[in-house]
């Protein structure tokens, strides 16, 4: 079998620079007015939060400036915010929908 | 807290349901395998009734419009259309979601370029084994077919399309299972679907030869749920088991005509890419209708929504809301009428006895299969 490149599992860290893939679109339904995540077999209805953290994640900024942004925004805890933030880039990760453009060692 | 909310799990059926965010387009029932387990229906679209293509352009046109995000362009083998490229780029600019589920064979490099460059989301390759490509070939009645499919799934990957690896798995191959896990895995799937063969069109000629034991089952949903805590991060892994040895139905497609529909080679909508078999239903084509004409009001897709058709021991059942009394194909194919429970259930009158033919035929072992092809099929040669 020729050299295929094996996908290593995504680890969210402050530094990673978060971006949906190809394969996973977030897109406005004019229809249902709603934003909606559409990956493989099955549609997404991400709430408010995360429409919020997904439309931030270019794949240019860091996890930490969105966590900066967002607690700037609501003026929230920072330490509740940054929680949130990663518990939903890393359960995205883990199903495959995030690609990570330069998180520290790459 | 912040949620996705998976679409996948909603429950509620009703006579009205809305507009459906996925659906399947069999561009073709051509194609240049015979699997023996293929869902298509026995009676084959001939080439000469396709849709044309300024017939699929419209019918593309008209998804977005009444909330349709997803298009699943399926067949037969999509490829075999020349228009394939086209209808993609066509769909993208719709704002549809694009996925392209194909055996493969007929993707070269030029090909997956020009796929990825109308600006496709996602391709899904199918895989008959793993290793032993002799008998992968077998199954698919091709010679040569495995090795294109690993050639394709490798410049799938080369040109950066996310791939899925569907893994379709019976009597004859599942003691494959680890390897085909390995080689989702190797190819740099980022999605692998294990799905047991479901006893339909082809399938339910092939049953006997096709069917598997109760042992290898449990064996098999073992090694996936090993796979998964194993490959978390690396592959996901979707996993449909047969209902022949379960005592509840699957919930088929969420329910008649409630969240999907699936478009035949000559227009026809249907609730499901088998519902074509059920015999005295008469479904609407898009050569006749607008789609959100027929959604609404297409008699056979009315037909078994809600719960009022139901018989019994469905009609009063506390499960009728959740399973919806299983599959219609599948209760229409196995007791001649659609409107009967479906057999899988362990309340349906014909449980037992089907349940008991299966392990019957699972163990005796009959390993000559019919192969998919127009008037009925091909036997495979003997010895
Ligand atoms: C009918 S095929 C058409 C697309 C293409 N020819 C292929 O086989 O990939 C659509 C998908 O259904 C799967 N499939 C076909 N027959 C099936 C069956 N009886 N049970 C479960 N999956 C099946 C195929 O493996 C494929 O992924
Ligand atoms: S399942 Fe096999 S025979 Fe059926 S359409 Fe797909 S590749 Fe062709
Ligand atoms: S009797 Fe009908 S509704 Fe009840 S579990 Fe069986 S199939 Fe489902």
């Given at each position: 079998m020729p050299a295929t490149v094996v996908r290593r599992p995504t680890g969210i860290a402050l530094t990673s620079r978060p971006v949906l893939p190809r394969h996973a679109r977030l897109r406005f339904d004019a229809v249902r007015q709603r934003w909606v995540i559409l990956v493989p077999e099955r549609v997404l209805l991400p709430d408010e939060t995360a429409i919020e953290i997904l439309r931030l994640?270019?794949?240019?900024?860091?996890v930490e400036t969105i966590i900066d942004r967002l607690t700037f925004k609501y003026q929230g805890d920072r330490a509740v915010i940054a929680t949130d933030v990663i518990a939903l880039l890393q359960d995205l990760a883990d199903q495959g929908f995030l690609l990570d453009l330069g998180g520290e060692g790459e | 807290m912040s949620e996705l909310i998976d679409t996948s799990s909603r429950e509620e059926t009703t006579?009205?349901?809305?507009?459906?965010m996925a659906v399947l387009a069999?561009?073709?029932?051509?194609?240049p395998l015979r699997c023996?387990?293929?869902?298509?229906?026995?009676?084959l679209s001939r080439a000469s009734d396709e849709l044309s293509t300024e017939d699929w352009r419209r019918v593309i046109d008209e998804l977005p419009e009444i909330g349709v995000l997803q298009l699943h362009f399926s067949g037969g083998?999509?490829?075999?259309?020349?228009d394939l490229v086209e209808l993609v780029r066509h769909a993208g600019q719709a704002g549809l979601y694009t996925n392209l589920i194909t055996s493969?064979?007929?993707?070269d490099a030029t090909k997956v370029a020009a796929l990825a460059e109308a600006g496709l989301n996602h391709v899904q390759i199918s895989f008959?084994?793993?290793?032993e490509e002799e008998e992968a070939d077998r199954i698919a009645g091709m010679p040569g077919a495995h090795l294109r499919k690993l050639e394709a799934a490798r410049q799938i990957r080369e040109a950066d399309l996310p791939l899925t690896v569907n893994a379709v798995m019976h009597r004859q191959n599942l003691d494959q299972l680890p390897e085909m896990i390995d080689l989702a895995v190797d190819l740099g799937a980022g999605r692998l679907e294990v799905a047991h063969v479901q006893?339909?069109?082809w399938a339910l000629k092939n049953r006997a030869a096709l069917i598997p034991t109760l042992d290898q089952l449990e064996r098999a949903t073992e090694i996936v749920e090993e796979a998964i805590r194993r490959l978390k991060g690396i592959l996901v892994i979707d996993y449909v088991i047969p209902?022949?040895?379960?005592r509840r139905p699957k919930q088929c497609m969420g329910g008649w005509g409630q969240r999907f529909f699936n478009i035949s080679p000559d227009g026809k909508v249907l609730p499901?890419?088998?519902?074509?078999?059920?015999?005295?239903l008469s479904f609407d084509s898009v050569r006749d209708h607008p789609l959100a004409w027929i959604w609404r009001h297409s008699p056979a897709l009315n037909r078994?929504?809600?719960?009022?058709w139901m018989r019994a021991p469905c009609r009063n059942c506390e499960y009728r809301e959740i399973?919806?009394?299983?599959c219609r194909c599948q209760a229409f194919a196995l007791t001649?009428?659609?409107?009967?429970?479906?057999?899988?259930?362990?309340?349906?009158?014909?449980h037992e006895e089907i349940f008991a033919l299966a392990a019957t035929e699972s163990a005796e072992d009959r390993r000559r299969l019919l192969y998919r092809a127009h008037g009925g099929g091909v036997w495979e040669s003997e010895g």
């Open positions: 994640a270019d794949g240019e900024i860091t | 006579p009205h349901p809305e507009m459906p069999e561009m073709t029932h051509r194609c023996p387990y293929c869902s298509n229906p026995l009676a083998e999509p490829l075999i259309r020349k493969a064979v007929l993707l008959q084994g793993s290793r006893y339909y069109g209902d022949y040895y379960a499901c890419h088998a519902a074509a078999s059920i015999t005295g078994y929504r809600g719960v009022d399973d919806r009394g299983g001649g009428e659609a409107e009967n429970t479906d057999p899988a259930c362990a309340l349906s009158p014909r």
